[in-house]
């Protein structure tokens, strides 16, 4: 039987074109995807396009469009062997780690990819991009949900988009990448997730529910407090430097961390760092966190940690639970 792909588009620079203020997703990009692909259709495994109702630039991402992208590829699970997700570039890492979390076990391949510049423009990335995630999204034992880019398979939840206007926008810092895409495949099979069985959830998300705060030289005691104190606030992304550490000796900014964790919220601690991961305990200045119950997020990237805590959040009630799981690696997210 012939494999079956879905090809489910969310709108991005692969299928934007030039309005008088800038790109903006153009209407009717499925049928020039259609046809961009009919040249090859002998080559390629079947192909159902989906297009979401409202194309977005992924900049105007929000949590609710996660569960928006789930539930099209739920709906069509069974009729298809993978999936190939189309979406902008600026927000990929985001919905690939929320859906690394929300697919968890997942027994089909989902590759998200995008381009630089549009498929219709000259010296387009996309054809590259699009035919690369096809080619992954059949035959290959990928079981988890990736990123393809410029000749790359990076696991979802542990890329993040690091250049702006270069091909390989994208990198996995803290994890190798699963796949290489030359004239042949170069697999790297030891390095994907093993099976497990599957945990799909699909939640709905509250996009008051996490922040995200970063430390800087001078971070204001009062903006942290805005913040942590902030009503509907369940779990806070703190960015802290180095291999954890943050202002400790400013009480008003460890004050509010502290009340926030006693209120019941989450507060996890991502370095801002690219590479290499938080050590809490490492310098005094991170100790402090421990002290006041800040979890570590070990080498997590910001988008992880904020993907998984947002999925974490919504599944449960109970802050420990969160607290717990959180500090767990759930689906290949966390050395
Ligand atoms: N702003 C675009 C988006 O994220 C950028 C891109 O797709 O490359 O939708």
Redo the contacts with the bound molecule.
């Keep these: 039987m012939r494999a079956r792909v879905l090809v489910l588009h969310t709108?991005?620079?692969?299928g934007?074109a030039a309005a008088a203020d800038g790109?903006r997703?153009m209407a009717g990009f499925g049928a020039v995807l259609e046809q961009h692909l009919a040249a090859q259709a002998a080559a390629l495994p079947a192909l159902d396009i989906v297009e979401l109702d409202q194309l977005?630039?992924?900049?105007?991402?929000r949590p609710a469009h996660w569960r928006t992208i789930a539930e099209a590829l739920l709906a069509r699970w069974e009729r298809h062997d993978g999936f190939v997700v189309l979406?902008?570039?600026?927000?990929?890492a985001w919905t690939a780690s929320a859906l690394s979390f929300m697919l968890r076990g997942t027994d089909k391949p989902v590759i998200l990819t995008?381009?630089?510049i549009p498929l219709l423009a000259p010296r387009s990335d996309a054809p590259a991009n699009l035919h690369g995630a096809l080619a992954l999204a059949t035959g290959t034992p990928v079981r988890e949900v990736g990123v393809y880019f410029h000749h790359r398979l990076l696991r979802g939840n542990r890329s993040s988009?690091l250049k702006s206007t270069a091909f390989d926008?994208f990198d996995s810092p803290n994890y190798p990448p699963l796949a290489e895409l030359g004239i042949e495949l170069a697999l790297h099979r030891e390095r994907l997730l093993p099976a497990a069985a599957r945990d799909f959830i699909v939640p709905a998300f509250d996009a008051d529910a996490v922040a995200v705060l970063t430390m800087h030289p001078g971070l204001s005691s009062h903006v942290a407090a805005a913040v942590a104190d902030t009503p509907a606030l369940r779990g806070l992304v703190l960015r802290s430097y180095g291999a954890g550490n943050v202002a400790d000796a400013e009480p008003a900014l460890m004050a509010a961390l502290a009340r926030a964790v006693a209120r019941g919220v989450v507060v996890v601690n991502v370095t801002q760092c690219t590479y290499g991961g938080v050590r809490q305990g490492a310098y005094a200045t991170g100790a402090a966190l421990s002290r006041i119950g800040v979890v570590a997020a070990g080498d997590m990237t910001l988008e992880a940690a904020f993907a998984k805590l947002h999925v974490l959040l919504a599944r449960h009630a109970d802050p420990a639970t969160v607290r717990a799981q959180f500090a767990q690696p759930l689906c290949g997210e966390l050395s």
Excluded: E, V
């Design positions: 709108g991005g620079t692969i934007m790109l997703p977005i630039d992924s900049a105007n991402l979406h902008g570039t600026d927000t990929m995008g381009a630089q988009k926008a």
